[in-house]
């Protein structure tokens, strides 16, 4: 199956184990060779688990495995806590935020007929919890494998889907994992590492691994436990009240070099699991067909593991908008419509940063207008006019300085279709998020450093002192959170150094200007933290180039190799999209990808009027059309790949519509079919270490 490349474990013991037995010796005086069960080692609780996996049967009426304790889908997502939630209601909650946080969940937008809608038989079944962690508790990966009534074990599937972003465990179970369970298909969902790891440091409270708050101590059996990291939180605590520390960002783990590895630990655990709930079966990666799909950081996570899939455990890949840090200094070519494309192939860190410095004054432009409705204007002209007391941007008016904050953003390879998108993702704080999260993991930083002057902490209402977040909202944080922080005001990013003290980081004044400018003193410091060089006229201390040092090693350990070991791979995503640019990502990915393999099986499809974040379409200026729809698209021509063999269609640019508003209902018009062949002009031309995809 695998072209040049090493057999799977599983398959090499049942060729050899025979020849080895009869190699013994010959004659009638010799038994027959005796049967090895390819399954032997999927029979075995895996030893990075720090317990026996727990089951939970479900009716799938009274509570179901998508529709927890609610009736329906439609019911789930209006779903409301009890006063005193159960485990039960949590992951309900925790499976209503998978479908609120990242679809469109209106009927105008597709929910109810692309997707959202659940078979009877699919949402009936088992569910296994599990974690994995090598007995410090500091790891923590929790896992869970979904076995829904209609899984068939004569035609076994799996399909791995860890969660997107930081998100919890459930994270992806209401997008792909409805698809799967629909199947018939067993899930298997992980964290990744990351999830909804929250301390918060004054009352000590974390959370256990059902979402219930729980006092930390020195526990090891919580999501995360800031106190098991050996740093002086007693200190940092005094002289910071209220502050709390994210597992993603302050576990210092990096747990991004390990996100292949979850992946492919949670397909062993469904192995084992599925094993023990239909022993007869035997069931292994020989007899049983999985996928791996997932989007954004669970893209990454997916392709990863299939890169790193030394034991054949994956047989293909559906990939959206995927988040990838390709090769440093990789030599790949990225073009649109024959034109070279100037700036790719960066790593996140470098083009979240890049964002962080001028996407709020981009959203100034005359260019941009009407977007403007979630940054605050005059703070967003003081970040233009900061920028240029620097020397950042150029331009002695708003109008300047904006339309080069905006050309700035072009030339480092943001698609002109992104650009209504850039006031929303710097106004809901993505940009920041991002950036702080990603500098504290490469460096594995503690919380106690405070990298680049920021802090997280619940806000007081007039956003200016941190506070302790609510106990209501601390409560339901394990199921509402993204792990990133913003949560209903609950955690937010602080700029410790503002003018006049703390405050929420966009209504922050630098000291270097003395105006609220959404803090760029702390953005400034992100970007050194990128770039390892001075950036603006602040100083490059020595205390942040040594940290420079530590995050280029972090991001050293998350690059990828573009080498998928010749399985089908299908990857999606959205010209539009502003956070995960595709002149950074899937584009150059597929370009390295055919350079590591000729004969690679990778299709790559680019959607217009497609962007990152499908529950935000109707917040644009522009309704976008649904990236989910595609992601599904590509997951039935996986499945029809697999198994009857039909062929992938060649790579190709989709050229859906964006609606009129979002009251009008999505039809195939607005997102059409991904053609079995695509026309000459709507083709993506992929070569070793280069790409052309059509304008």
Not at 166 to 172: H, L
């Amino acid at each position: 199956m695998f072209k040049h490349r090493q057999l799977p474990i599983v398959a090499l013991i049942a060729l050899a184990f025979p020849l080895l037995l009869t190699a013994c010796g010959s004659g009638d005086d010799n038994p027959p060779p005796l049967p090895v069960d390819p399954a032997a080692p999927f029979k075995l609780k895996p030893d990075f688990l720090s317990a026996e996996p727990l089951r939970t049967d479900y009716d799938g009426s009274s509570n179901g495995l998508l529709t927890g304790k609610a009736a329906s889908l439609t019911e789930l997502l209006s779903y409301k806590l009890p006063a005193s939630p159960s485990p039960a209601d949590l992951r309900t909650l925790a499976i209503q935020t998978s479908y609120t946080g990242l679809l469109d969940v209106t009927a105008a937008g597709g929910f109810g007929s692309y997707y959202g809608r659940i078979s009877a038989a699919g949402n009936k079944g088992s569910e296994y919890v599990a974690v994995s962690d090598d007995g410090s508790g500091k790891q923590n990966v929790t896992m869970v494998v979904t076995v829904p009534s209609n899984f068939d074990p004569a035609k076994a599937c799996v399909v791995a889907v860890p969660s997107s972003g930081s998100r919890p465990v459930y994270g992806e179970l209401g997008t792909i994992g409805e698809w799967a369970l629909n199947k018939g298909c067993a899930v298997a969902l992980t964290d990744k590492g990351g999830g909804v790891g929250i301390h918060d440091l004054d009352r000590d409270n974390s959370f256990a691994f059902d979402g219930a708050v729980a006092t930390a101590g020195t526990r090891k059996d919580l999501t995360f436990n800031a106190n098991l990291l050996g740093d002086d939180l007693t200190k940092f605590r005094a002289a910071n009240p209220n502050r709390m520390a994210l597992k993603h960002a302050h576990g210092k783990q990096n747990p991004e070099k390990d996100w292949g590895k979850y992946t492919l630990q949670s397909i062993k655990v469904a192995l084992y699991v599925l094993n023990k709930q239909f022993p007869a079966a035997s069931l292994s990666p020989l007899n049983t067909l999985v996928i791996a799909s997932s989007i954004s950081n669970g893209g990454a996570a997916v392709l990863r593991a299939a890169e790193q899939d030394s034991e054949g455990l994956i047989r293909g890949v559906v990939a959206g908008e995927p988040q990838l840090n390709l090769p440093e200094n990789a030599g790949l070519t990225v073009k649109r419509g024959g034109v070279s494309v100037p700036t790719s192939a960066k790593p996140l860190f470098d083009y979240i940063t890049m964002a962080g410095l001028y996407q709020a004054c981009a959203t100034q432009s005359a260019a941009l207008a009407p977007s403007s409705a979630f940054v605050i204007a005059p703070f967003a002209a003081n970040r233009c006019a900061s920028l240029a007391a620097q020397g950042l941007v150029s331009g002695s008016s708003l109008a300047e300085q904006s339309a080069d904050a905006l050309a700035k953003l072009h030339a480092y390879g943001w698609e002109a279709e992104s650009d209504l998108l850039h006031d929303s993702h710097y106004g809901f704080e993505f940009t920041e998020l991002v950036a702080h999260t990603y500098a504290n993991a490469f460096a594995r930083a503690s919380v106690t450093e405070s990298v680049c002057g920021y802090s997280v902490a619940g806000i007081d209402a007039a956003y200016q002192t941190p506070v302790a977040p609510a106990a209501e909202a601390f409560k339901t944080g394990w199921a509402t959170g993204g792990g990133l922080g913003f949560l209903g005001g609950a955690f937010n990013i602080i700029a410790d150094g503002s003018v006049g003290g703390p405050a929420l980081f966009l209504l922050a004044a630098s000291p270097s200007s003395g105006k609220p400018d959404f803090y760029l003193d702390g953005a400034t410091c992100l970007r050194r933290l990128a770039t390892g060089a001075a950036v603006g006229s602040s100083p490059y201390s020595a205390a942040e180039q040594a940290l420079a040092a530590r995050v280029k090693t972090g991001l050293s350990e998350v690059r990828v190799s573009g080498d998928l070991r010749g399985k089908p791979v299908v990857i999606v995503h959205g010209r539009s999209d502003a956070l995960i640019p595709v002149n950074h990502n899937s584009r150059p990915y597929a370009a390295l990808n055919k350079r590591a393999d000729a004969n690679s099986g990778l299709r790559y499809y680019e959607v217009t009027d497609a962007n990152h974040f499908d529950a935000l379409v109707g917040m644009y200026p522009k309704t976008l059309v649904p990236l989910h729809v595609y992601t599904l698209r590509a997951l039935d021509l996986m499945w029809a790949k697999l198994t009857t063999g039909a062929a992938l269609p060649d790579s190709q640019l989709v050229r859906a519509k964006a609606r009129a508003s979002a009251s009008v209902p999505l039809s195939d018009a607005h997102v059409p079919a991904i053609a079995a062949t695509p026309a000459a002009a709507d083709s993506i031309v992929i070569t070793a270490g280069a790409i052309d995809v059509a304008n």
